[in-house]
Nanobody, 124 residues
Framework: QVQLVESGGGLVQAGGSLRISCAAS????????LAWFRQAPGKERDHVAT????????YYADSVKGRFTISRDNAKSTGYLQMNSLKPEDTAVYYC?????????????????WGQGTQVTVSS
């Protein structure tokens, strides 16, 4: 089992930056991919970014490419999502998720462990 706790969300103006974190505990010695999803009110939970355990493979949603960067520090069992040039449409609850294995999945169904989410609000 892996427990995930997000932090770092908040209110930021459009064009600003924010970095959110995901601290993992439990069986963190196991190889797992790390991902971020987000869910806006009344909408489905959408994929934002995934990073493989090695850090060599990353996938991003088209809507965040060039603005967001996913990273991880395996020694600290912590993942990050650096968000730049934020837009009001980025407003959502951001969830960290982990998937066992060496791949880099992007489908929600592939992720067994989820955090509780952190709110990111971008004002116009």
């Amino acid at each position: 089992q892996v427990q995930l706790v997000e932090s770092g969300g908040g209110l930021v103006q459009a064009g600003g930056s924010l970095r959110i974190s995901c601290a993992a505990s439990g069986r963190t010695y196991a190889n797992y991919a790390l991902a971020w999803f987000r869910q806006a009110p009344g909408k489905e939970r959408d994929h934002v970014a995934t990073l493989s355990y090695s850090g060599r493979t990353a996938y991003y949603a088209d809507s965040v490419k060039g603005r967001f960067t996913i990273s991880r520090d395996n020694a600290k069992s912590t993942g990050y999502l650096q968000m730049n040039s934020l837009k009001p449409e980025d407003t959502a609850v951001y969830y960290c998720a982990a998937s066992r294995g060496f791949g880099a999945p992007t489908d929600r169904i592939d992720f067994a462990w989820w955090g509780q989410g952190t709110q990111v609000t971008v004002s116009s």
